[in-house]
């Protein structure tokens, strides 16, 4: 069997989507038989523009019971902005036609946050009449038209967006959702089977974070590891509550993205000193800000969209044992008050309200065993795996 693994983001590129589907193709090639191929096509480390580690253009993993093929594609440098996404799409989109051009392939997977990586996988599958798999990790369509509300752009690309979103769900045989926030949107879409493997723990953080606790510092300092988009909204929140807070605490953000200008501006406006701004670092070098955290911080805008959604980053921070906060609404406060012990959930943008929070919720650090066990990231891509796999079996295309 051969199966095509398309995803925009992938190792040693850092973010959810690539840590993501780097270990769901290692469970992959565990799964399939020596006589198969997993052929990854992806880009090279293109998330952030301060964060370029080397990678090569082709590489080959035989650490699995099959190859791992996987080819890397330059694109456009994007800063993040919608037009430099789309010529950055476009180039990756070229590339992944030319190097399946007169390949056979049995099964093609597509892991994607932002609908197109999902939209060249099926025009793929459909040109090769192969069945495809989706994995689905954020509703592109409703989020963009939630930050364009009002505008003349949102009348103009709604048309457009749902229609390619119309060709793509119908086209896969599977579809699998990060988010169980996700499930009423795709009941238009009954033609596929459905599953909700969340993101998960990675080991390195089970290993590294399990005991860390020492003493409470002062000033008390507010971990934020992430994008820093408009998505996220740390311009409308972390910088006014530095400001009332004090200097009883001290933020430290760690990350890039398209809102970065905005959050510096904030911070200027407000005059603070607690904020200290660092560019993305791999993952390893993100140990020790997390031994050193008191609090770690999320916070999603106050858009519908983002209702539904299910943060990776909760992952993360729950393989600590460090309160969090978090400015999140819908299915993400449901998911944090049915599974995460020692949080802080406040209205997205509530400045007062995080601060009366913060300051009348007594600090304790508490292990969250149960949480650590149920969501790590190596037994939830063994099970999707065998639900690709068994995609392909249903399709009459021996996986072995």
Request: aromatic residues 10%; glycine residues 6%.
């Amino acid at each position: 069997m051969t199966i095509l693994f398309l995803t925009f983001y992938f190792e040693p590129d850092t973010g959810p989507g690539a840590f993501r589907t780097t270990a769901l193709v290692r469970e992959l090639a565990r799964q399939l038989s020596a006589e198969s191929t997993v052929h990854v096509i992806t880009t090279h480390p293109s998330r952030y523009q301060s964060y370029k580690p080397p990678a090569a253009d082709r590489e080959e993993w035989t650490d699995g019971n099959c190859p791992v093929m996987i080819r890397r594609v330059q694109v456009p440098v994007h800063n993040n902005s919608q037009r430099g996404q789309i010529r950055s799409f476009g180039a990756y989109y070229r590339a992944v036609h030319r190097l399946t051009r007169q390949r056979k392939y049995d099964l093609v997977v597509a892991s994607s946050s932002r609908l197109f990586t999902a939209f060249l996988a099926a025009r793929v599958a459909r040109n090769y009449r192969v069945p495809l798999f989706l994995d689905i990790r954020d509703l592109f369509r409703e989020a963009l038209l939630d930050t364009l509300r009002g505008s003349l752009a949102a009348v103009l690309l709604n048309p457009l967006l749902q229609a390619v979103e119309h060709y793509t769900f119908r086209s896969a045989r599977h579809i699998n959702l990060v988010s169980e926030g996700f499930r009423p949107y795709f009941k238009a879409y009954p033609n596929a089977a459905y599953s909700y493997f969340t993101n998960g723990i990675d080991a390195i953080f089970l290993t590294e974070l399990a005991a860390m606790s020492g003493p409470v510092q002062q000033p008390r300092l507010i971990l934020y590891v992430g994008n820093i988009g408009e998505g996220q909204g740390l311009h409308k929140i972390i910088p006014q509550a530095a400001r009332i807070l004090g200097d009883g605490y001290r933020f430290l953000i760690i990350g890039n993205g398209g809102a970065r200008h905005k959050l510096e501006a904030a911070i200027r406006r407000e005059g603070v000193d607690t904020v200290e701004l660092r560019d993305t670092v791999s993952r390893t070098a993100l140990l020790e800000p997390f031994r050193r955290a008191d609090y770690l911080f999320l916070h999603l805008n106050d858009l519908d969209a983002y209702k539904r959604v299910l943060p990776s980053k909760l992952f993360e921070y729950g393989a600590t044992d460090k309160p969090i906060i978090a400015g999140v609404a819908g299915y993400a406060a449901s998911f944090i008050r049915e599974h995460l012990t020692n949080g802080i959930v406040f209205e997205p943008g509530n400045v007062d309200e995080l601060v009366r929070q913060l300051q009348e919720t007594p600090y304790v650090r508490k292990s969250r065993d149960e949480f650590r066990a149920k969501f790590q990231r190596s037994a939830i891509c063994e099970a999707m795996a065998t639900e690709i796999l068994n995609t392909a079996q249903l399709s009459g295309r021996n996986p072995a």
